[in-house]
């Protein structure tokens, strides 16, 4: 398995924004300014196996344009 963060135990989809965030990255942002943000092919040296009952990470979601009223 490739070590990047899209098989990362550390990177989550947040449910506030459509970014894939790490755990790891925000530690490191309370020291000082660090994007917290990941790609898919990215990688650092923090990198930790994902749990096989993890779900898979959602890289580009889908935004919804409209609103439906009923």
Same mark, same amino acid.
């Given at each position: 398995?490739? $070590? !990047?963060?899209?098989?990362?135990?550390?990177?989550?989809?947040?449910?506030? %924004?459509a970014?894939?965030?790490?755990?790891?990255?925000?530690?490191?942002? $309370? !020291?000082?300014?660090?994007?917290i943000?990941?790609?898919?092919?990215?990688? %650092?040296?923090?990198?930790?196996?994902?749990?096989?009952?993890q779900?898979?990470l959602?890289?580009?979601?889908?935004?919804?344009l409209?609103?439906?009223?009923?």
């Amino acid at each position: 398995m490739d $070590q !990047f963060c899209e098989n990362c135990l550390n990177a989550y989809n947040s449910p506030y %924004c459509a970014d894939v965030l790490c755990w790891n990255k925000e530690f490191l942002a $309370q !020291f000082g300014k660090v994007d917290i943000t990941v790609r898919p092919g990215e990688t %650092c040296g923090t990198w930790q196996q994902r749990e096989n009952n993890q779900p898979k990470l959602v890289f580009k979601p889908s935004i919804q344009l409209k609103l439906n009223f009923n």
